[in-house]
């Protein structure tokens, strides 16, 4: 039963977070999906990094390949994240701290939206460009430590809205077994990446606490600005955490 429990609530987070079709007749838990999003974000960074290898097979140009590579993370994620990172960047172009909440469930996006949109698909685009070796492994990483920022940002930090689609995620998350969930994960990829690649492990290593970092530092950042967390800036950690995470990957560690 326990076993079947969390495979309604895994399903039900894939539903949540990604496009990923589940049958109607599944009986999908939502109550407690926040602590699977690292791990749904490692599948999905695996599934753009199986894309990647084979656009490379096809001796596809890096610029293009890393385009459409960005294309899919949008599209395979519904652009949840993406439009929270719009609605906190048009809340934070409010001078008026009290009325930025209110500026962010506007369904219309503001100027400050659309710009952030355009800062980050072109972030993440030539950051990957950049990035020629070790895709596969790089993207589902960046896509789980994203996440595991988001669950990080759940624990930590009050939610803004006494009614709202990320208030669910707060009430069933669980300290700190959720975050030490999600964080196993990651090492566990961490581990397996450090066991291929056993002379790259100051490297990878230096990455792994660098990225944590970043991951950390973002929720704080929204946490100061707003106060605590809403819906929409759980995307905007995920997405700005990607962007930045992306762009350390591009410094050469020798």
Known sequence: MLLLNNLNSLLAALAFYTCCPIPTNFQLDF???????????????GGLGLVDLGLDWLQMPILTRSGIIVV??????????????MDAADGLAVQDPARRLTVMTDSVTGAFGAMVAVVIILLKTCALTAITRD????LPLVAG???????LAIALYPYLKAQGKGAFHRQGLRIPQDILLGLAFI?????????????NWVVICIRSIA????????GYYF???FGGHTGDTYGAVVEWTEAFILCLWTIPIT
Do not use: E, F, K
């Open 31 to 45: 109550a407690r999906i926040a602590r699977w999003a690292p791990a749904i974000g490692l599948l999905l960074g």
């Open 145 to 151: 430590w994203s996440r595991w920022g988001q669950v």
């Open 223 to 225: 946490h100061r600005r």
């Open 72 to 85: 899919l993370w949008i599209w395979w994620t519904g652009g949840l994240h993406l439009d929270g990172a």
């Open 211 to 218: 990225s944590c970092g970043i991951t950390a530092l973002t």
């Open 187 to 199: 090492l566990a990829v961490t581990g397996y990446q450090l066991y291929l690649q056993p002379a």
């Open 135 to 138: 895709r596969a492994w790089i």
